[in-house]
């Protein structure tokens, strides 16, 4: 192992008593953000005022900042750009894969999908007309249900809820024997698991990055587009900021060169500052040391779980490499459950109906950490340190 965890964690701001194990949520504060963020307010939009968009190189950012982020996920400089939420990107990359293969009329995903994808392809798919579908299997069952209907495969690698891990490469492969095209959501894949896009053959893929990339609260999105593909891919949302000339201010659209076609308006300048920041931790860590680590501590989470509360089941894949970076556990009572442990200081999430999710991500968090929570909440659970009618009422945010 090359990276020195003690130095990436260095690099954080992490609140003083508390164990954060929500990164899979959102990424904590990178020292760098702060600085670059508060430089970008006075010095950039301060000082240079419209300026900037030149002089600071504004306008690039999405692409530049696209090409770090490319790195990441397997995929060549030029295939990502940045810009807009992942719901967006999502609708996007689901209608250009639709356009692309128009003798097809079904979205085929899975049950275990996050909703705002499905929604989006309901969305999406009643605007394009009655005979368009989305079927939706059990994640097991994907691989059976791809046939010679499928339009694109939508699926998300890593299961927001179980932490189930897909098999890109071999999901990819049987859809495009199948004559389908594939969507992969990596939102919570990339930074937490190395990834090979191009060596998976996947055609589309989108991510968040205020998760595992930690930019922050509604930092933006990303989207890729095979070489093959990217120069075919008609945006169905073609803003002006994806033409090929905008400050032509044609009446007419001409689709940008290549992944600059899936830009749509103006980009999220503070937050691209603060991602861009956020992203040099990715200069002295590397991926498979993160994800060697995050098995490590996942897997001594679930053996010191099990081994003190029985009444907490594994809701994610024993198998270490059937998982992403998280590891889940199912109770009816989850969420006061998980509401007692962020009174005493362990920070994860819950999910409905029943599910304590919790992430791990060793750029700054160790094993001492883990074991430490692990130990908080067998206290909770032999204690019933959960049943209080305070850790019962439902906050909007889960
Ligand atoms: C897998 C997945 N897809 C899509 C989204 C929606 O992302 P956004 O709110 O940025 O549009 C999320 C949000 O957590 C997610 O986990």
């Known amino acids: 192992m090359t990276t020195d965890f003690t130095a990436t964690r260095a690099m954080f701001h992490l609140p003083e008593g508390m164990i954060y194990l929500d990164g899979n949520s959102l990424g904590p504060l990178p020292r760098a953000a702060a600085e670059r963020v508060a430089r970008t307010v006075t010095e950039e939009w301060g000082e240079m005022l419209i300026t900037g968009w030149n002089r600071a190189g504004w306008m690039d950012q999405p692409a530049r900042i696209g090409d770090r982020i490319a790195r990441l996920i397997g995929a060549p400089a030029g295939s990502v750009v940045m810009g807009d939420t992942l719901s967006i990107k999502v609708y996007q990359a689901l209608a250009s894969a639709l356009e692309l293969n128009p003798a097809r009329r079904v979205v085929l995903s899975d049950t275990g999908n996050f909703p705002s994808d499905l929604y989006i392809a309901e969305g999406l798919l009643r605007t394009l007309g009655a005979d368009y579908t989305l079927r939706t299997v059990a994640p097991e069952d994907v691989a059976d249900a791809i046939d010679d209907t499928t339009a694109v495969l939508m699926l998300t690698e890593v299961d927001y809820r179980t932490g189930r891990r897909h098999d890109m490469a071999a999901l990819t492969a049987l859809a495009h024997e199948a004559g389908a095209l594939t969507l992969w959501d990596l939102a919570h894949s990339a930074g937490a698991v190395p990834l090979d896009l191009v060596g998976a053959g996947a055609d589309f893929a989108v991510g968040c990055t ?162 430490r929570a692990a130990e908080i909440l067998a206290e909770v659970m032999a204690g019933d340190l959960w049943n209080r009618p305070e850790y019962k009422a439902r906050a909007r945010v889960t």
């Open 210 to 371: 205020y998760k595992y990339l930690n930019s922050g609260p509604g930092g933006p999105a990303f989207i890729y587009v095979s070489e093959q593909l990217a120069g075919l891919a008609r945006p169905a949302l073609s803003g002006w900021l994806g033409h090929e000339a905008p400050f032509a201010f044609d009446p007419d659209y001409r689709p940008g060169r290549g992944i600059e076609r899936m830009r749509v308006g103006t980009p999220p300048i503070l937050q691209l500052a603060a991602l861009e920041a956020a992203l040099d931790v990715w200069d002295i860590a590397d991926i498979q040391d993160v994800r060697a680590k995050s098995i490590e501590l996942s897997e001594a989470f679930i053996t010191a779980v099990e081994a003190a509360c029985p009444t907490l089941t594994l809701a994610s894949p024993r198998e270490a490499h059937e998982r992403g970076s998280q590891v889940s556990f199912h109770h009816p009572e989850g969420y006061a459950i998980m509401q007692a442990l962020i009174a005493r200081g362990v920070i994860g999430d819950f999910r409905a109906p029943g599910i304590l999710r919790f992430g791990f991500t060793p750029l700054y968090i160790g094993l001492d950490e883990v074991l």
